[in-house]
């Protein structure tokens, strides 16, 4: 990788793909008065460069980019295609009508090809006036930049399904994963921070449980780790984060790390 550059991490949602609280759950999580147990889709935004980088932009995105007072962003990583990671994605039009600029947007073919088949409006020969103004760039396991920004993917598994992690600079960026090859492993050594899902406390076909995560950030030996993509059956965060190791935290809504 290219010499590592300040940068900061906004998490703008740490939940699962039902969000927490969950309707109509009455766990003493759903139930929780305290903000770290209430947890949007999981969302990230990386500040650097003079950038806003977007990971994901799932259906709470308007209200993220509302909560963190987003004046601009230039770029959208996608890293699958299920709905909770982009459903947002008309919500960039506020960008567009306000900015006077299209968003560029970073995806796998496949993540491309849904989302045209989820927004087919957006792509249509006859776009609708008030349809986001997007543009398209296909990435693959290529490094590949946004403006000063090198960007390398790394290749993971969520079950069945190829997903991409990112990492920049001294920040890798992984939600969503079940497994992920040694070589691929190789890319994340080195890192400052990691950011890893731990959905919950038992084994889940698709998502890595909170064992699993902590497995892995004593194999790649990152300064520090980040729980994200957390459900109401890992528990209340304050309980949680006491049982973690020292360099391991819970992620939460709104959480900034300066890297």
Do not use: W
């Not at 999580?29 to 147990?37: G, L, W």
């Not at 709905?83 to 491309?112: C, E, M, Q, S, W």
């Not at 059956?233 to 309980?239: P, V």
């Amino acid at each position: 990788m290219a010499e590592a550059k300040p940068m900061k991490l906004t998490f703008l949602g740490t939940g699962t793909s039902i969000g927490v609280p969950v309707i109509a759950c009455n766990c003493s999580v759903c139930k929780s008065t305290n903000a770290h147990d209430k947890r949007f889709r999981t969302s990230a935004m990386v500040s650097v460069d003079g950038q806003n980088i977007i990971i994901d932009c799932g259906p709470d995105f308007r209200f993220q980019m509302l909560k963190q007072n987003v004046e601009d962003i230039n770029a959208v990583l996608f890293t699958h295609e299920h709905r909770d990671h982009i459903a947002g994605l008309d919500d960039i039009r506020a960008f567009n009508y306000i900015l006077n600029k299209t968003i560029p947007i970073y995806g796998t073919k496949h993540v491309l090809e849904a989302i045209k088949t989820e927004f087919p409006y957006i792509f249509s020969e006859g776009r609708y006036f008030g349809a986001p103004q997007l543009t398209v760039n296909e990435i693959s396991e290529n490094r590949f930049s946004i403006g000063d920004t090198e960007i390398l993917p790394i290749m993971i598994m969520h079950d069945k399904l190829p997903i991409m992690g990112f990492r920049i600079g001294d920040l890798t960026y992984i939600t969503d994963a079940s497994f992920i090859s040694d070589a691929e492993k190789e890319k994340i050594k080195g890192s400052k921070v990691l950011v890893i899902n731990a959905l919950r406390n038992s084994k889940h076909v698709s998502h890595f449980s909170l064992n699993e995560a902590i497995e892995l950030i004593n194999e790649v030996k990152p300064e520090q780790a980040f729980l994200t993509h957390i459900s109401h059956f890992l528990g209340l965060h304050d309980e949680v984060e006491k049982k973690l190791p020292p360099n391991v935290h819970l992620a939460y809504d709104n959480l900034i790390v300066d890297i």
